[in-house]
């Protein structure tokens, strides 16, 4: 996906689902797909149906969350990595008429790039041209997965939907990521201090030890 999307021989050296950038003065983020090339570039990938959920600053915003939590004190900025922050958006949210868009920073005077190693990329999900990406784009909307045209994303998507294995591996995932959904929640309400933890727990319907567990760990960066 990400070699047709970037149009790079691109090697993924690490792949994380549902990832969360936590902020603890602030709105966490959670990256529906989050991936890192072999030279250490950080590539954060959201799906998103609802327009409002792909709007420019989110993605100014999940960008900043990304170098935001990279560069420890004292390190060199220059050692901050490549970046992309790419939206496969159900609609065509910024209303070009293109299949792919691409954001970069430029100096206005000159028109030269700024060349802080920061993209931005939207990819157009209502647009299926016969291009490599026109195809990734069908079979992201494609309920039958022998209908795809990627063996990749076929053989996957078959796996989870047919096979007995991948069927209970899916299920799995899904009360995982229910869990971890919980998980954030809570953590955004221990933020505000408005509730007890045991009111937490309870409205969460999560046990007060997990619960008692995240206060501690904020309590904990608090203090770093």
Known sequence: MLRIILEQNLKVTEVLTQYVVHNLYGHSVKMDIHAIGESGQEMDIEVQKDDSGAVPKRARYNSSLIDGNYLEAGRDYNKLPESWIIFITENDVLGGNLPIYHIERTIVETGQSFDDKAHIIY????????????????????????????????????????????????????????????????????????????????????KIELVDKLAEELNLMALA
């Open 123 to 206: 990819v157009n999900g209502s647009m299926e041209e016969d291009t490599p990406l026109g195809k990734l784009v069908h079979d992201f909307k494609c309920k039958e997965p022998d209908d795809m045209n990627y063996k990749e994303l076929r053989n996957r998507a078959n796996y989870y939907k047919k096979d007995k294995e991948g069927v209970e591996r899916m299920s799995k995932i899904m009360q995982e990521l229910i869990d971890e959904e919980k998980k954030e929640s809570a953590i955004e309400l221990l933020k505000l201090q408005k509730l007890t933890n045991e009111e937490i727990a309870k409205s969460l319907k999560m």
